[in-house]
């Protein structure tokens, strides 16, 4: 009995796992297929087309998608950095810092999880027109080291509530300021939290399509998913194998960063909140 339990849930797990690969494997079955082998139903082509990954690579006229690609390192960088410094010291000082009317603004912050994109989308996109910031990319980047995000928050500040206080009195008798307590003793104890929120934060950057497409008016700026849309709009025939072959260059990144970092993340997520 115990085993036909064991069997069924192996089988269940599988064919899960098979649900969800299956879009990836037809999105890289797809990369290698010619224009008329599109409508086919075969998930692999008869006969693949490497070419589309060198088609795709110079396929919009003056760029390649090298520069593409850097753009969005640069901007998922650099707004990771300033997601992790920013949200790690206020999550410290709402963790540690014992200063008026605490509790009421974490609740504030913690509200405006539930403000939905579309609130808040006309007022900043008025606030960076008056600041002439449209087309840079500083519209994207800057309030990353304002903590803006308040789930970098809230992960951050659960991982360093879980930690002894004992830590920060004995630092502070060995003569300790804050930023030192919070720099050399509470936050590299708090390394899962911090990559687990930078590894959220660079997928979600990497992939935020609509903000992207609001303040990068440049191509040259343009990040990988604004060149991605511009296979759609470069002409009336779709090169669909080099569009698909891009795509599938898009996500590497990410799976790349997450598998690197699948400890911490895994260890960050089981642990928050419960330590």
């Known amino acids: 009995m115990a085993h036909t339990k064991l069997w069924t849930k192996y089988i269940v797990l599988i064919a899960g796992s098979i649900l969800m690969i299956y879009p990836i494997l037809w999105l890289f079955g797809s990369s ?17 087309e490497w070419n589309n990954f060198l088609d795709g690579w110079t396929a919009i006229p003056g760029f390649t998608f090298g520069q593409f690609f850097l753009n969005s390192f640069f901007i998922a960088g650099l707004s990771v950095v300033g997601t992790v410094l920013s949200s790690a010291l206020v999550a410290y000082g709402f963790a540690r810092i014992k200063f008026p009317l605490r509790n009421f603004w974490f609740a504030i912050l913690m509200i405006t999880l539930m403000l939905p994109t579309q609130v808040t989308l006309v007022p900043q996109y008025i606030l960076f027109k008056n600041f002439d910031w449209i087309g840079t990319a500083l519209p994207i980047i800057v309030p990353h080291f304002l903590a803006v995000g308040p789930f970098y928050v809230f992960l951050i500040n659960q991982f360093v509530r879980g930690i002894p206080n004992d830590l920060d009195e004995s630092a502070k008798i060995d003569g300790c300021s804050q930023l030192g307590i919070a720099f050399r003793i509470v936050l590299p104890l708090c390394m899962p939290a911090i990559i687990t929120s930078a590894l959220f934060c660079f997928i979600w950057t990497w992939d935020d399509f609509l903000a992207q497409m609001l303040y990068l008016t440049d191509t040259a700026k343009y990040t990988v998913p604004l060149a991605l849309r511009l296979f759609l709009d470069n002409s009336s025939a779709v090169t669909w194998g080099p569009m698909y072959a891009m795509s599938v260059l898009s996500i590497l990144p990410c799976f790349i960063i997450f598998m690197f970092s699948q400890k911490y993340f895994v260890e960050g997520i089981a642990t928050t909140g419960i330590k």
């Open 32 to 48: 290698v297929k010619s224009n008329t082998e599109m409508n086919s139903t075969s998930l692999f082509p008869s006969h693949f």
